[in-house]
């Protein structure tokens, strides 16, 4: 059954149309930050968007920044919202449910699907921003970094053996470092210049990756550590849909029209963002979808800062599970006339 | 068609099941979270152990809400954003010289690193690591003085040992059973009413403090602590770090009082408003405080681009109350703090005035510095 949900979003051109314009708005954004290098100022506009300048291997999670507030949640509602009722509205559910198939099961089956879709949405914007990002910024390396991902992810397939094809180092400031109270001034940093070393030997490359992009606190961050974070920040944007995708899947279950599940969808996260800037709801707002969705940034700081992402987790198991279930109490007794 | 057992008693069941998940999911939580303390101290001893935990060391996250509501002025909106919204803080604190405050937010942080040698400020936005000297005892309020362990010491150490403590309903923050303990101030010279403290009755370390001004009934400033460790923080995260292609500047001092203290202080009298100056820090000879206590008031010489910058900026703003002064005077005032301008007739002595003091104290200083300076 989940096979057959994933192929059928596979074969929508709809679902590939989505996920071009995800990952149109931070090429678009990239290509004119590269071309006039005007960054925001600092402290404002989207995270990460002054940082790129140095080194575009930060540019995913710009990218993210990016794509976040709007255009991901709009995405994940028009998919969600129009699974139960799509199917309603086009009149194929009942045949649908002619099969010997438990409703609850195809809920479950329909809420895999669009986690799959949120996923390829996700790695899909991180990949296209990596590569626009490197491509147009450059990067300390792009290659150690790309070969740091196995490391993270345990598959060590990929580190061993061939030299990277080091890209030029668009950065020109020193290896960054602990600066002691008195002394830091003299020098650059202690790091070896690895500048003139050429670009075959591994180990070089990445050390040359590692000067070039920070945290937030001004550590240093190694590729590894640069991979990992990304994937932690990329893992909790997923998590951070389902919030959303669970409402619009809800609301697909009540009404046969899609585009009132997803406009209702969209009405309940606006409503929550509004909600969570006013200082007058603080007694609610650690319940609103939207609460922590910013805090996939907190896996950028030094040491990595927890409370918010454990918080928001935690927040979007539960309107997993309470909009699920009453996803189920509507669907499995719902009278299916269309 | 219908699917199942359709019966009005399943749908019921079912949508049962919902309404009481979704009631455990809220509830359960914001029951836990609520739960009353029960610790128990006497409210004096409690006192005297918050005055003497400058020595507990602790790793944590806080947040500390302002409700003063003062509008953005150049050249001191780090003050009145300070004041006017919620601050969120990451805290780690070995000792008074051993410390660092991150303050974050939603597109990066900036963090202040105590060490024994000196301060060091890194601001990620700005790509640039301060490595600043000195900083005055006397000084514009900064994000790490919200911690609630810095501000329950700083505020009760300005209180009167006369003034009453009595004990409050403990509280639990971030997972300390804390005692609560208000002092009233008695002072009429200061415009506090009352602090509201709650600290760990084992260590003394404050984890939630609340400023209430005088007649004004809900806290004007709280902050509490939503995570805590007691213990000695890693050492790590107490270097101060640049980033890969950051700068590196220092600077003598990281506070606008600081840098105006620098200057010439004669144009400050001796007394004002019925308060006597301290002698100056070293370092700081234009820096004037007059008085200790909570009701203290502090007055700087400016020089007159900042007077004129200043001055401007609050009549834009249309918050400030025009001085009764024989010169020109504006203060921004909320209920809890006033920060004055005063300049005289013909421009050529200003200063900055500033204190937790009412109208009175104010005017009386500015009449005082218009008078005393001209001396």
């Given at each position: 059954m989940i096979g057959v949900e994933l192929v059928k979003l596979a074969r929508r051109p709809r679902t590939w149309a989505t996920i071009g314009l995800l990952c149109l708005l931070p090429t678009v954004v990239a290509v004119f930050l590269a071309t006039t290098r005007i960054s925001p100022p600092p402290g404002q506009g989207a995270a990460f968007l002054s940082a790129v300048l140095q080194s575009g291997s930060l540019y995913p999670a710009a990218a993210l920044a990016l794509v976040l507030p709007i255009f991901l949640p709009v995405a994940v509602a028009v998919v969600a919202g129009d699974a139960v009722a799509g199917e309603s509205s086009q009149g194929t559910l009942r045949y649908l449910l002619v099969r010997p198939v438990r409703r609850t099961a195809l809920l479950g089956a329909k809420l895999v699907a669009i986690v799959v879709f949120v996923l390829g949405a996700v790695l899909s914007v991180a990949g296209t921003s990596y590569v626009v990002?490197?491509?147009?910024?450059?990067?300390?390396?792009?290659?150690?970094?790309?070969?740091?991902?196995?490391?993270?992810?345990?598959?060590?397939?990929?580190?061993?053996?061939?030299?990277?094809?080091?890209?030029?180092?668009?950065?020109?400031?020193?290896?960054?470092?602990?600066?002691?109270?008195?002394?830091?001034?003299?020098?650059?940093?202690?790091?070896?210049?690895?500048?003139?070393?050429?670009?075959?030997?591994?180990?070089?490359?990445?050390?040359?990756?590692?000067?070039?992009?920070?945290?937030?606190?001004?550590?240093?961050?190694?590729?590894?550590?640069?991979?990992?974070?990304?994937?932690?920040?990329?893992?909790?944007?997923?998590?951070?849909?389902?919030?959303?995708?669970?409402?619009?899947?809800?609301?697909?279950?009540?009404?046969t029209s899609s585009l009132g599940a997803t406009l209702g969808a969209l009405a309940a996260l606006i409503t929550s963002q509004v909600l969570v800037s006013l200082d007058a709801a603080s007694s609610v707002t650690p319940y609103l979808p939207t609460r922590y969705w910013l805090a996939w940034i907190d896996f950028f700081r030094d040491p990595i800062f927890l409370r918010d992402i454990t918080a928001g987790l935690w927040l979007q198991a539960g309107y997993v599970v309470v909009l699920m279930l009453a996803a189920w109490a509507n669907f499995t007794t719902k009278d299916v006339t269309s | 068609m219908t699917v199942g057992a359709g019966t009005t008693g399943g749908r019921a069941l079912r949508w049962a099941v919902v309404v009481l998940v979704g009631a455990l999911l809220v509830g359960v939580p914001a029951a836990i979270a609520a739960r009353p303390g029960s610790a128990q101290a006497d409210p004096d001893e409690l006192r005297d152990r918050i005055a003497a935990s400058a020595d507990v060391p602790w790793t944590g996250y806080a947040e500390a809400r302002a409700g003063l509501a003062l509008p953005r002025i150049p050249a001191l909106s780090d003050v009145t954003t300070l004041f006017s919204g919620v601050t969120r803080l990451r805290g780690w604190y070995a000792a008074p010289d051993r410390a660092r405050t991150d303050v974050l937010t939603p597109v990066g942080e900036r963090d202040r690193y105590t060490t024994p040698r000196g301060q060091a400020v890194w601001d990620y936005g700005a790509e640039l690591l301060t490595l600043v000297a000195a900083d005055p005892v006397v000084r514009l309020p900064r994000p790490d003085d919200l911690l609630p362990p810095a501000l329950a010491r700083r505020l009760l150490a300005g209180t009167a040992a006369s003034d009453p403590a009595t004990a409050l309903p403990s509280r639990r923050v971030a997972g300390v059973d804390a005692a609560g303990v208000r002092v009233t101030v008695a002072d009429p010279e200061t415009t506090v009413g009352a602090l509201d403290v709650w600290a760990d009755p084992a260590t003394g370390l404050p984890v939630a403090v609340e400023v209430r001004a005088r007649g004004v009934a809900d806290p004007l400033i709280s902050t509490a602590f939503g995570e805590l460790e007691q213990g000695p923080p890693d050492p790590a995260a107490l270097e101060p770090r640049r980033g890969p292609g950051a700068g590196v500047t220092r600077s003598p001092t990281s506070d606008l009082f600081g840098v105006l203290g620098r200057g010439d202080g004669a144009s400050l009298p001796d007394r004002i408003a019925g308060r006597d100056r301290e002698p100056p820090e070293e370092d700081f000879p234009a820096l004037g405080q007059y008085g200790t206590t909570l009701g203290q008031l502090v007055a700087v010489p400016l020089p007159a681009d900042l007077a004129a910058t200043l001055l401007g900026g609050i009549d834009r703003a249309g918050a400030g109350r025009t001085l009764p002064v024989e010169g020109q005077g504006a203060a921004l005032e909320t209920p809890l703090l006033t920060l004055a301008v005063v300049r005289s007739n013909d421009g050529g002595r200003a200063w900055v005035l500033a204190g937790l003091v009412p109208d009175a104290a104010i005017d009386a200083g500015a009449a005082d510095l218009l008078a005393g300076g001209a001396a």
């Open positions: 990002g490197v491509s147009l910024f450059g990067a300390g390396d792009p290659v150690a970094v790309v070969r740091a991902l196995p490391e993270v992810t345990g598959d060590d397939g990929g580190v061993a053996g061939t030299a990277p094809a080091g890209g030029p180092q668009s950065t020109s400031g020193p290896a960054g470092g602990q600066v002691g109270g008195s002394d830091a001034s003299s020098s650059g940093g202690g790091q070896p210049d690895a500048r003139d070393s050429s670009a075959v030997d591994p180990e070089a490359a990445r050390e040359r990756a590692q000067s070039s992009v920070s945290s937030l606190s001004g550590e240093a961050l190694s590729p590894a550590d640069l991979a990992a974070r990304l994937l932690g920040a990329m893992g909790y944007v997923v998590v951070s849909m389902l919030g959303v995708a669970a409402i619009a899947l809800f609301l697909s279950t009540v009404t | -």
